[in-house]
């Protein structure tokens, strides 16, 4: 098991400590990330290091980018670049070569969904009941652009896969064309200078949370190998109607999958969605009837 996932629920009641020795809040809610819940899925490959990396890292350096309101797509992508590039100097000094996806989500001020992805870990919402795939598949059987990027780079496919550029990619290959990490995929010593076409760019979306938005699937490949997206949202929907926590509903997938035949690791956080009051001094946006990325 090479999965790893992360949930920070801010706590509403708590606050920074100012001096007056009240309360200080956990470690990772500072004044910044005050009301931004956050959640994500960090499926591993290769070994354990680069998921556990992102599961401890991750969200700070989301959470502490100055701009991570204002301009959340610009903050993602340069924490996940910052993770990255700290993560393959880990690589060089230990002689590590694991490799992660990410699939991430963020609510900021109660209504806008940000979500971000990293290879072929995806999230999916229920609107109304109905499935709506918010994230982009890094995957070459699927996703024609990415064939043409790795191509354009002079990257090797190999049987849908992305191939070594220095070995035989008949013996190593890499499923997915985005990952952070793969140090053997990206590093000099490793391909001679050589693209591979595996890069850790993420694809940032965000939307409007309107009344009709349920709940989230992040789930890793391991649980869309067997179950569709609609499927997905019908079974938590099932349970969810029935009473079931969320804990409960996220075991329970994983369990069906399972049970389904998945052959791989399968991790899945299901996170319940309310609209909340905004606060007074806060900016109202207009609520979106379709699940089109806002520009």
Known sequence: MEDQH???????????????????????????????PFFAV????????????????????????????????????EAVMRAE??????????????????????????????????????????RGGRAELLTTKHHLS???????????????????????????????????????????????????GKPSGVIATPDVKRFQLTPADAFLIIGCDGLWDVMNYQQAVDFCSQLLHAGSTSQQISESIVAEALRLGSMDNVTVMFVGLQLSPLPSDATTGSQHTSLAPIA
């Open 6 to 36: 992360q949930a920070i629920i801010p706590h509403p009641s708590r606050a920074p400590d100012n001096g007056t020795g009240s309360e200080k809040p956990p470690e990772l809610v500072t004044p910044r990330r005050r009301g931004i």
């Open 85 to 126: 590039n700290e993560f393959l100097q880990k690589c060089r000094t230990e002689n590590l070569e694991s490799g992660s996806t990410v699939a991430l989500a963020l609510i900021l001020r109660g209504e806008m969904l940000v979500v971000a992805n990293v290879g072929d870990s995806e999230i999916v919402m229920s």
């Open 142 to 192: 699927c996703n024609p652009s990415e064939v043409e990027r790795v191509k354009a780079v002079g990257g090797r496919i190999h049987h849908n896969r992305v191939g070594h550029p220095r070995f035989n990619p008949q013996l190593v290959s890499l499923a997915v064309s985005r990952a952070v990490g793969d140090a053997g995929f990206k590093l000099d010593e490793y391909t001679e």
């Open 42 to 77: 960090y499926d591993g490959h290769a070994g354990t290091q680069c998921a556990e990396f992102l599961r401890d890292n991750l969200h700070n350096y989301i959470m502490q980018h100055p701009q991570i309101e204002s301009q959340p797509e610009k903050a993602i992508n």
